[in-house]
């Protein structure tokens, strides 16, 4: 770093702002020029504190940001080392799950079949009048939405909001509501992309165990006992399991929240692609449920449309965060869900939607249970199957030109599973079912 003069004294000398923030951004900024290439390993926390004159706490302060940036890594008495030069984070499960070519039968993602999707034509040319079209006012929600999901929300909340998808609507809710370093209790396994949101936000994540009807009540008091600042889960069909919890055990978890006064959030992302009934606690805590619902699942993923419900402090909250970005979300795309949530013809359509996904998934887990791979029971766009090797089981189907998901990426604590997307497997259940039965069992 300095040609054999002392590593902490020249950093110190490349520090004219030795704030924590200053550090970091300084820091940052040599990294980025090439000053500090990657590898390179960092003076330790007291000796550059001790250079710099200020409290050793500062610089690990200035080390955590960079840390969340991505650009160095290692901690503790093992030192720190520059990571590489690119300053912003990355997810670090959403961020490694790639293309895989036109040649591979791509499971690996849990999405609706595109050929299958109501049409938009109608919905758009009717949205082209929307309510205040192109005014820059930050309208929450249009009223023809409002009306829309009220009619089917189950529950009566105080405020709606809508959002640029559900993704959109959990990232705002974390970074309006959720402080970083705070403990956040999420079902496992859950949606990779939720993880990677709580991580992101400098949150820690508490694994809270399930079972087939949901999460298990004696996990969840044990979660509460470390005293989160939320508790997330998924009350419909689950995105990963494609399990759905149960009235008796919403009532269980329901009694279990009472002791608590943490924020609950619910992800209905698979939305009305499911078959399951609307599921949620906001009629027993109307003042700290916080109700996501996507549409891209069932009417389309480029209308980039969710709407969430909450108290309206809590609604108020999460506005004043977006006021940094978008502000409001599309009143085009809000007309044109608006529009389809009351035509009949789009309900008769996701209607044999959820029927087609139905048939697909169950084909499959028919092939799987011809081969002694039993499934529980379930629906939605995807399997969770056990497996002895997740790293076996993928390059086993990667052999065979089939990708899927490690359930490591969806789980907080360590698991051995894969999702396996059923929506899009129109055909070849029985190569599909004989590949993951090699992948399982390891026989040829």
Sequence with gaps: MADGTDDAAWLAGHFSDISARGIANQTAMLIRRGVLPAGTKLPTVRDLAYRLGISPATISEAWSELRHQRMIEGRGRSGSWVAGDTIGPRPARTATSGAFGSDVLDLSLSVPDVNVLPPLDAALRHASAAQNLHSYERTPILDSLRHAVQQRWPYEPEAFLATNGGYNAFYS????????????????????????????RGARPFSVACDAEGPLPDALAQALAAKPAAFVYQPRTHSVTGRAVSPARLAALAEVLAGSDCLIIEDDGIGEASPQPLMSLGSRFPDRVIHILSFSKSHGPDLRLAVLSSPA?????????????????????????????????????????????????????????????????????????????EQFALVTLAARRIAVLPGSKCAVMPTRHIRVATAILADRHDYVAESIRLAVTGDS
Excluded: K
């Excluded at 309006?176 to 991580?199: C, K, N, Q």
């Design 313 to 389: 402090t809590v609604r108020r909250q999460i506005q004043s965060y977006r006021s940094f970005s978008s502000g409001w979300t599309s009143r085009l795309l809000q007309e044109t869900t608006a529009w389809l949530l009351a035509d009949g013809n789009t309900q008769e359509c996701l209607a044999a939607n959820r029927r087609l996904y139905a048939e697909r998934r169950a084909a499959l887990v028919t092939a799987l249970g011809a081969r002694g791979i039993a499934i529980p029971p379930g629906d939605g766009l995807s399997i969770w199957i056990p497996v002895a090797s």
């Design 173 to 200: 809710v974390v970074q309006a509501l959720i402080m970083p370093g705070a403990i956040v209790a999420i079902e496992d396994p859950t949606g990779m992309r939720l993880l990677d949101i709580i991580e992101d």
